[in-house]
């Protein structure tokens, strides 16, 4: 008996289930022929003394009858003591063939024990023949019967019973033809035949019934574990509904949040700003009342951008809000008015005052300037800061709420342009408005000025009067604005080192002008230096370094013909990052100078310490040089300390005869103004050059 096989056209059922299936049908039909084999030979055992004692009385060989009971009793035995063994051991597939084959060797000698009463131990008599055959049929009969869980024991049984006694009747009758020994073992070849197709059907309904009974139990298996499984399901996907709304919801909320909040400060942002604000105006338009719309703005924190990037600027900025917040709920708390803290741009605060309590409001607005009394600390460095804020009111100076928040912004616009005005409260007048759209226009334009190529300079030469020549030029920025013409440096210098364009617009002026140097070295005018204003904002850039020392090397200008012009108060106020700057600068010869000295509060150290090679007298003390007997002891002083340090001297804004008589009476060589020419475009600066190459003899128009 192979490992027995369960219907496979079973759709519900895996491969895997029904191998399982076979194997617990194969362990079930052993068990099932064991436990008969035992019970068998147990009543063998007790049975065999009675077809023994029978013969014994029909004088058939008492030595073959006992020793036929010994053999009986000895398989007996030993098949009982088998099966009790195999009922102990835990089965695995690997063993069946071997329980197979033993359960067969195990019928085979029982009942061949039983068969050979057919051939050693027939009486002589009718009477003792017929009990064999009797006793024959019977066990036969009991073997097909009990071997029915298995068809190849069945078979191997009935055979082993019957064949030895079929065998003898033939035998019998081959010798005796006119007995009936042969019709006798040709019917007990019949019966044989019968019993094994009984058998076989037998074996066939008891192995139908298991598999049934089996796929039945297991079908059951897997529905009860199908429908634990589904309700494990359904727990976990109603669980997994339940996770995925409330993550829905926390993400629509936090969607939501971050569309009316300020991602770094968490704040409310300029949308959630204009809905307030809308809300006030609303409410005030309705119970007639004014409320307050104040704009809190740090001083230079795009200087603090260029100069340490981002990631410190965004440090400073989250702890100004949480100072203001703290602030705005101290406010709250004991103030008449609420007060709603916002914010617009980078830099920009905004604060809700409603309603407006007159007697009260100075003084609480006042106090926000505390909040920057403690320096911020941030990576071992103390930032010292300061604030503006802009005041506007509803409805005087405005009704609308884009409205109001620009003219809160223009009132800090006009601030800016007051060096005291810091710290410091600044109220919106009508007249702003206008002044601050200008001013935001030209913002906006300045953006794009550069990649729009609307930048050009001109040069003005400047000029040593004691030998006549022409000594160098100054690079002098203009902006060829699209719709407001040309403006003038005064004019946008200021707005870009506040927003920080001055950094590439700086650098663009410094590229420009040593290329245009350059070419006119090519062109055989190699004496001429040129001077660039170098701005604080540039200079506190941390790679400021890099950048002048890659134009100079991408230009391939000598540096000793490039000379950086700084203000007074710009290079007297620059620490030790940036003295060795101009150290490391000094080193490859770029020469530096100071632009309208005399106008700070520089003194002979700080000369010495920077190596100076040259002071602009400011064009503010020479132009009324004739006049004006202070000024010319201001220049005369500044002619005499650079003789002392041996520092060249140039007097700027020179206009007329007598002011430049005057200059080089008292030992002033450098000469730069519109006595001798106006800043010129690079080609007229080529004409002019070439034309005074060998001496200027006369003054220019």
Known sequence: ?????????????????????????????LD?????????????????????????????????????????LVISTSCVLFSIYFQKQQHTPETVDFWVLAIRICVFWSTLAWGSLGIFLVPSTAAGQNFVLFFVIIVASSIALGTSTDYVSSIIGITCALLPYIGWQIHQGVINPTSLHLQTGVTLIAYMFTLLIISFVGYRLVKKSAELSFINVTLKEKLANANTVLAQANEILDQKVKERTEDLEKAVKEVTYLATHDNLTRLSNHRELLDNLNSYIERSAKNKQTFAVACFSIKDLGVIIDCYGYTIANKIILEISTRLKSKIEELNSTSNSHYNLAISRRDDFFILIDPLNSTEFSEKVNCLFSILKEPISIRERDFKLDAYIGICFYPEHGQAADELLANSEAAISSARQNVYAHNKVSLYRNELGEKFRYRLQLEDNLRDAIQNKEFFLEYQPIVNAMENKVHGMEALVRWAHPRLGLLSPNIFISLAEQNGLIIPLGEWILRQACEDTKNLHKQGLTDIKVSVNLSAVQLKSTNILQIILQILKETELDPKYLDLELTETTAFASNEEIVDIFKELKKIGVSLSIDDFGTGHSNLDQLKKFSIDKIKIDGSFVRDLITNKDNQVIINHCVNLGKSLNISVLAECVETKEQLNYLKANGCPLIQGYYFSKPLGVHKLLDYLITHKNGIKEASS
């Open 1 to 29: 008996m192979a490992i027995a096989k369960a219907p496979m056209d079973i759709e519900q059922l895996s491969p895997a289930e029904v191998k399982a299936i076979n194997l617990k049908l194969t362990y079930e039909l």
């Open 32 to 72: 099932k022929i064991y436990s008969v084999l035992k019970r068998a030979c147990l009543i063998t055992m007790l049975t065999c003394f009675i077809p023994a004692w029978a013969l014994y009385h029909q004088n058939v060989d008492t030595t073959l009858l006992f020793g036929w009971y010994a053999i009986m």
